[in-house]
């Protein structure tokens, strides 16, 4: 990818740097629900610098992750080899990403965070990407977020909600679906009090 999008140039640069400014550790969400994902195939979007992926990896899972970045993607591997295990790091554009259909036991998405009309298209993708009785995993910074400096972008848009997810991860089941303010300690650059949405939905077998 040379001709970097203003996006992902300052998430290289971020990533760019020897330290895992998300942390090495899962996002608390993920590893507090891992038992309510299907052990099987996972995929893991906008994964950054692959705390979650590595994790999910050493529970037994056959994990994929995407990341827009190619430092995030060498630090993912980099990750997963100090843990001894393995990850499928590929760099990508989701709005372009092919997810495939009915390939995928869980998706995970953790604060993945972009314009609406890509995030819409996207978890269209996402429910047809799961098979039968797949599960989606999501947190992400609500518009509540805004302002308080504790991470997550700047814009209304970019951020999600239960209802906007409940329309655009239709027709999966939710079978967790909570906005809530939680303490984050995940790196430099997610850490105080953050508001939340949190969601677990299956797909119908």
Not at 84 to 100: N, P, Q, R, W
Not at 137 to 150: C, H, K, N, S
């Amino acid at each position: 990818m040379t001709d970097h999008s203003p996006a992902q140039a300052m998430w290289e640069q971020r990533y760019s740097v020897d330290e895992y400014v998300y942390g090495t550790e899962p996002n608390g969400f993920l590893s507090e629900h891992v038992v309510d994902l299907p052990v099987g195939d996972v995929l893991c979007i906008a994964e950054g610098e692959g705390r979650n992926a590595v994790f999910l990896a050493g529970t037994g899972r056959r994990v994929s992750s995407v990341d827009l970045t190619e430092a995030g993607v060498a630090k993912t591997l980099r990750l997963a080899d100090a843990a001894g295990v393995s990850v499928d790091a590929v760099v990508a554009d989701l709005a372009d990403y092919d997810l495939g259909v009915g390939r995928w036991d869980a998706i995970v998405s953790i604060f993945a965070h972009m314009p609406s009309t890509v995030r819409i298209d996207l978890h269209r993708r996402v429910v047809a990407a799961l098979r039968p009785g797949g599960v989606v995993l999501l947190e992400a910074y609500t518009p509540d977020q805004i302002g308080r400096g504790t991470g997550g972008p700047g814009a209304a848009d970019l951020m999600m909600t239960i209802e906007g997810l409940k329309s655009e991860l239709d027709p999966l089941e939710f079978v967790h679906a909570e906005e809530l303010e939680r303490e984050i300690v995940e790196g430099v650059h997610h850490t105080g009090i953050g508001s939340v949405v949190q969601v677990i939905a299956r797909k119908q077998q």
